[in-house]
T-cell receptor, first 114, second 113 residues
Framework: DAGVIQSPRHEVTEMGQEVTLRCKPI?????LFWYRQTMMRGLELLIY????????DSGMPEDRFSAKMPNASFSTLKIQPSEPRDSAVYFC????????????FGSGTRLTVV | QKEVEQNSGPLSVPEGAIASLNCTYS??????FFWYRQYSGKSPELIMF????GDKEDGRFTAQLNKASQYVSLLIRDSQPSDSATYLC?????????????FGKGTKLSVKP
């Protein structure tokens, strides 16, 4: 089991550029979560999917953020245009059946917008 | 707004001592409670979960839950320098397949040799 795979591990981009973060959940997991972690705000839920369907996107900060899950093995989080305040570590996590048994996190993408 | 509160620390304990980490939560309907460990620069790793009032032990770790007081704790016995990390408390938000986790901001633990 390769775990939850995220790419890229690090991303440095200029303000105004489009950023796409990618996630491959654990095979057989049907829930996928995107979180953002900063020192000030901790781990914040952005959006989550169940069986590829978005369930709650109320944590997405604004229209510049969008997420998709076209199939059970792939999800993307896109920021367009990016801003310096988007700098954070973005984690993807997956689970079987929501939060009942906890999640497994990916290694994260450290995003720096300059 | 459902909240999970933790003392940010740092909590410093000597090697071999018991480390006690505490967490309170606002939603009285929460049913599932989790402790994650996060080493610096790494992702959170699930170490314990508890669903029922009382204690649950796993090796050197004991999770304690008191739903009446809306309080969860994690005890680490015989603390080791390798236990130095940030410990995140998480509580379920919603149940079944539609649920997600709300995380506290974490308590940083430092175990001194």
């Amino acid at each position: 089991d390769a775990g939850v795979i995220q790419s890229p591990r690090h991303e440095v981009t200029e303000m105004g550029q489009e950023v796409t973060l990618r996630c491959k959940p654990i095979s057989g997991h049907n829930s996928l979560f995107w979180y953002r972690q900063t020192m000030m705000r901790g781990l914040e839920l952005l959006i989550y999917f169940n069986n590829n369907v978005p369930i709650d996107d109320s944590g997405m900060p604004e229209d510049r953020f969008s997420a998709k899950m076209p199939n059970a093995s792939f999800s993307t989080l896109k920021i367009q245009p990016s801003e310096p305040r988007d700098s954070a570590v973005y984690f993807c996590a997956s689970s079987f059946q929501g939060a009942n048994y906890g999640y497994t996190f990916g290694s994260g993408t450290r995003l720096t917008v300059v | 707004q459902k909240e999970v509160e933790q003392n940010s620390g740092p909590l410093s304990v000597p090697e071999g001592a018991i480390a006690s980490l505490n967490c309170t939560y606002s939603d009285r309907g929460s049913q599932s409670f989790f402790w994650y460990r996060q080493y610096s620069g790494k992702s959170p790793e699930l170490i314990m979960f508890i669903y029922s009032n009382g204690d649950k032990e796993d090796g050197r770790f004991t999770a304690q839950l008191n739903k009446a007081s809306q309080y969860v704790s994690l005890l680490i016995r015989d603390s080791q320098p390798s236990d130095s990390a940030t410990y995140l408390c998480a509580v379920n938000n919603g149940g079944g397949s539609q649920g997600n986790l709300i995380f506290g901001k974490g308590t940083k633990l430092s175990v001194k040799p």
